[in-house]
C-alpha cells in the first residue's frame, strides 16, 4: 500500500466516522436516556448526589432536566428552573451513560466514568455555597487555600484532575493542575460520591447541627483521602 492509498484510506474513515457521528446525533439525548433501565441499581447510584441537575449536551445544543424522584429517575426536555448544578456534556458522554447503565448494574469502572464527568461540575456547584466559600469557616476548619485533586480509576492508572483555589472570598475550580499544592487528594469514585452525598445533605438541610455533623464527618474522612503537603 502506497502513501496515496494511506491518504485515501484515512479519508474515508473519517467521512465514515464523521457520518456515523452525524447520525448518532440525529436521536434526541432525551430518546436515548430515557431507554435506560431504571433499575434499583441504577437510581441508588445517582440517589442522594443531586435533587434535580440541568444538562446540556454541547453538539446539538440540546438541553434536559435530570431530577429524582423515589424510585425512578424523571427526565425531561429543557433546563430546570431551579438546578442543583449544571453539566455541559459531549454526545459521546450520552453514548457512555447508555453503555455504562444499559444492563442495568454499575461497576466501579464505569462509576469512576461517570463521576468523571460530574466531578467538576459537583465541587464548583457545592464550593459556591455561602458556608463553604465563608473564609472564616474555611480557617476555622483548617481547610488550605490550594488543593489538587485526583479522582483516581480503579486500576490507578488513570486519574481526572482538578485544583482548588480560594481566593477573593470564592473558590476556583480549575481543570488540571495548576499552582502549588498545600493538600493533595487522591479519591476513588466511591470516595467522591461519599462527600458528595455528605455536603449536598448539609446544604439541603442547611441548619448549625447538619453543618457541624458534616464538618465533624470531613476531618476523618479527609485523613483516609489526602495529605497535607509540608514545605
Same mark, same amino acid.
Given at each position: 500500500?502506497?502513501?496515496?492509498?494511506?491518504?485515501?484510506?484515512?479519508?474515508?474513515?473519517?467521512?465514515?466516522? %464523521?457520518?456515523?457521528?452525524? !447520525?448518532?446525533?440525529?436521536?434526541?439525548?432525551? +430518546?436515548?436516556? =430515557?431507554?435506560? /433501565?431504571?433499575? @434499583?441499581?441504577?437510581?441508588?447510584?445517582?440517589?442522594?448526589?443531586?435533587?434535580?441537575?440541568?444538562?446540556?449536551? %454541547?453538539?446539538?445544543?440540546? !438541553?434536559?432536566?435530570?431530577?429524582?424522584?423515589? +424510585?425512578?429517575? =424523571?427526565?425531561? /426536555?429543557?433546563? @430546570?428552573?431551579?438546578?442543583?448544578?449544571?453539566?455541559?456534556?459531549?454526545?459521546?458522554?450520552?453514548?457512555?451513560?447508555?453503555?455504562?447503565?444499559?444492563?442495568?448494574?454499575?461497576?466501579?469502572?464505569?462509576?469512576?466514568?461517570?463521576?468523571?464527568?460530574?466531578?467538576?461540575?459537583?465541587?464548583?456547584?457545592?464550593?459556591?455555597?455561602?458556608?463553604?466559600?465563608?473564609?472564616?469557616?474555611?480557617?476555622?476548619?483548617?481547610?488550605?487555600?490550594?488543593?489538587?485533586?485526583?479522582?483516581?480509576?480503579?486500576?490507578?492508572?488513570?486519574?481526572?484532575?482538578?485544583?482548588?483555589?480560594?481566593?477573593?472570598?470564592?473558590?476556583?475550580?480549575?481543570?488540571?493542575?495548576?499552582?502549588?499544592?498545600?493538600?493533595?487528594?487522591?479519591?476513588?469514585?466511591?470516595?467522591?460520591?461519599?462527600?458528595?452525598?455528605?455536603?449536598?445533605?448539609?446544604?439541603?438541610?442547611?441548619?448549625?447541627?447538619?453543618?457541624?455533623?458534616?464538618?465533624?464527618?470531613?476531618?476523618?474522612?479527609?485523613?483516609?483521602?489526602?495529605?497535607?503537603?509540608?514545605?
Amino acid at each position: 500500500m502506497g502513501p496515496y492509498d494511506l491518504v485515501i484510506c484515512a479519508f474515508l474513515h473519517r467521512c465514515f466516522e %464523521s457520518s456515523w457521528s452525524s !447520525e448518532a446525533m440525529e436521536k434526541s439525548a432525551l +430518546d436515548a436516556w =430515557r431507554m435506560i /433501565p431504571q433499575t @434499583p441499581d441504577v437510581v441508588a447510584f445517582f440517589t442522594g448526589i443531586f435533587d434535580v441537575i440541568g444538562v446540556s449536551i %454541547s453538539e446539538t445544543g440540546e !438541553e434536559l432536566t435530570v431530577a429524582i424522584e423515589g +424510585d425512578s429517575i =424523571r427526565i425531561d /426536555p429543557g433546563m @430546570p428552573e431551579n438546578p442543583d448544578f449544571i453539566v455541559p456534556i459531549a454526545w459521546q458522554n450520552v453514548e457512555n451513560m447508555i453503555s455504562h447503565a444499559e444492563d442495568g448494574e454499575i461497576d466501579p469502572r464505569e462509576a469512576w466514568r461517570i463521576v468523571s464527568v460530574l466531578f467538576t461540575s459537583l465541587t464548583q456547584a457545592t464550593l459556591r455555597n455561602p458556608v463553604m466559600s465563608n473564609n472564616l469557616m474555611r480557617r476555622m476548619a483548617m481547610v488550605e487555600d490550594i488543593a489538587h485533586v485526583y479522582l483516581v480509576a480503579p486500576d490507578g492508572k488513570e486519574a481526572n484532575c482538578h485544583s482548588l483555589v480560594y481566593v477573593k472570598g470564592q473558590w476556583l475550580v480549575i481543570s488540571g493542575l495548576h499552582g502549588e499544592p498545600k493538600r493533595t487528594f487522591r479519591m476513588s469514585a466511591e470516595d467522591c460520591i461519599d462527600y458528595q452525598r455528605k455536603v449536598f445533605s448539609a446544604i439541603k438541610k442547611n441548619s448549625l447541627f447538619e453543618w457541624f455533623r458534616f464538618s465533624s464527618w470531613y476531618r476523618k474522612w479527609r485523613k483516609g483521602v489526602s495529605v497535607r503537603n509540608r514545605r
